[in-house]
């Protein structure tokens, strides 16, 4: 019913710069916000950020002033910059669409590695 598509990851060197696109498509209602999570080898899946449909965003503190998160209402698409790119940034991101009340979706997730 409601899908989301990610692109944009791979491997890149420290220091680098990767963009994630996540397009959202379907019949979507009453959006609360759009996020990115990660995880990496056997760890929990954590929060990256977020942008609420008002435009508000939050961030991880392990990635304030390095990553941004911006939207593209005509498109229903977000995207996570991230910039000064760190080994410890290697996991699987994943797009997250929250909406109505209590209403998820996710996408496949894409894989991003940070390594020299």
């Known amino acids: 019913q409601v899908q989301l598509v990610e692109s944009g990851g791979g491997l890149v060197q420290p220091g680098g710069s990767l963009r994630l696109s996540c397009a959202a498509s379907g019949r979507i209602f009453s959006i609360n916000y759009m996020g990115w999570y990660r995880q990496a080898p056997g760890k929990q899946r954590e929060l990256v950020a977020t942008?609420?449909?008002?435009?508000?965003?939050n961030y991880a503190d392990s990635v304030k002033g390095r990553f941004t998160i911006a939207r593209d209402s005509a498109k229903n698409t977000v995207y996570l910059q991230m910039n000064s790119l760190k080994p410890e940034d290697t996991a699987v991101y994943y797009c997250?669409?929250?909406?109505?009340?209590?209403?998820?979706?996710w996408g496949q997730g894409t894989p991003v590695t940070v390594s020299s």
């Open positions: 942008i609420t449909v008002g435009g508000n965003t």
């Open positions: 997250k669409l929250n909406y109505a009340i209590g209403s998820a979706a």
